[in-house]
T-cell receptor, first 110, second 114 residues
Framework: GQSLEQPSEVTAVEGAIVQINCTYQ??????LSWYQQHDGGAPTFLSY????GLEETGRFSSFLSRSDSYGYLLLQELQMKDSASYFC???????????FGSGTRLQVQP | GAVVSQHPSRVICKSGTSVKIECRSL??????MFWYRQFPKQSLMLMAT?????????EQGVEKDKFLINHASLTLSTLTVTSAHPEDSSFYIC??????????FGPGTRLTVT
């Protein structure tokens, strides 16, 4: 089966940088994805890492180390609107669906 | 990017009644769609995989006779919660994959059973 672990909550101030870690255990790894979900809304895709290294998309970056079964999402120049839950996810080859981590609730303070 | 819609966005029903939720891919065809359930402050849990033209695949612990799934066309999957009870109150979200690595999620349906 698959399991992903994330911190449950992170708090940071506007303009700061925050890193959300994700460790995973999976059989048959096909990449790590990150999703953002605001309260009451649906998850939206942020990034995908299929290979080791850093992927950058504007203020958001994501990193993957397959040898360590570890990845992180880096959010820079935090804004109040970044307050949301962030989920890492892996593709479950058995069920052919995404398995989500428990989610990290990010609170950005003024 | 691709768009997935859900209807209704919110529904309140009485205990014992049935509720149907629709999930549509608006600008692409989806032979597979996924139904997730999310309780407050929790993660998304996969309920079932909806396959166009064949039976859905249910996750362990999900009652197939209670959560009826129909995927009658390449753009529509429906989830019917039969004989709903208060413990079925949750946020139901569908998704559909594109040809790459991204899943497109519908906006979700908030179900409240009174």
């Amino acid at each position: 089966g698959q399991s992903l672990e994330q911190p449950s909550e992170v708090t940071a101030v506007e303009g700061a940088i925050v890193q959300i870690n994700c460790t995973y255990q999976t059989s048959g790894f096909y990449g790590l994805s990150w999703y953002q979900q605001h309260d009451g809304g649906a998850p939206t895709f942020l990034s995908y890492n299929g290979l080791d290294g850093l992927e950058e998309t504007g203020r958001f970056s994501s990193f993957l180390s397959r040898s360590d079964s570890y990845g992180y999402l880096l959010l820079q120049e935090l804004q109040m609107k970044d307050s949301a839950s962030y989920f890492c996810a892996v593709w479950d080859t058995g069920r052919r669906a995404l398995t989500f981590g428990s989610g990290t609730r990010l609170q950005v303070q003024p | 990017g691709a768009v997935v819609s859900q209807h209704p966005s919110r529904v309140i029903c009485k205990s014992g009644t049935s509720v149907k939720i629709e999930c549509r891919s608006l600008d692409f065809q989806a032979t597979t769609m996924f139904w997730y359930r999310q309780f407050p402050k929790q993660s998304l849990m996969l309920m079932a995989t909806s396959n166009e033209g064949s039976k859905a695949t249910y996750e362990q612990g999900v009652e197939k006779d209670k959560f009826l799934i129909n995927h009658a066309s390449l753009t529509l999957s429906t989830l019917t919660v039969t004989s709903a009870h208060p413990e079925d109150s949750s946020f139901y979200i569908c998704s559909a994959p594109d040809t790459g690595s991204e899943q497109y999620f519908g906006p979700g349906t908030r179900l409240t059973v009174t």
